[in-house]
């Protein structure tokens, strides 16, 4: 008779320790902190994003509705902003940047200061800027400047 109840007490407390942890197929998705999530993931990579915001080439005020910056920071990425082509040089020759922001208007004077299998991808910003498809432009920038760069690593 005590076998039969300490066999008992054994087996429940057993089933009381891996209880927790038989879910059914969805039940997973209703224990707390282990929901589905449905935002955006940050980039798998951090890229180093220049920003080329020339008052002449209206960039400027098409970014003036998005805090390119701030959405920047907050999906991981590094920013700078150069306003003059001088201070774009300048920012080109002291830095490595993956992905450069620039007006439409601006692109062709932007690639003509670049050289080199590590040179950044140019992305063309055009009015009226929104924050998604903007991020997507930079993820896909930065694929193609990592592809660029791993086939100079194959070749060499």
Known sequence: MRYG??????VAAVGLFTGADLLACGDKFLVAG???RYQRPKSARAASVLIYANPSSGLPTA????PVESVLRRQGHRS???ETLQQLTALLAGGRYDVILAASTAVAAVENL???PDAPVVVAVRAP???RP??????KAV???DRNARRVQARS
């Not at 109840?5 to 054994?10: K, S």
């Open 5 to 10: 109840i300490r066999l008992v007490g054994l």
């Open 34 to 36: 282990r929901g589905t």
């Open 63 to 66: 970014v003036g509705s998005v």
């Open 80 to 82: 700078a902003t150069a």
């Open 114 to 116: 670049l050289a080199g």
């Open 129 to 131: 800027l929104k924050e």
């Open 134 to 139: 903007l991020l997507e432009a930079i993820d």
């Open 143 to 145: 694929e193609q400047h």
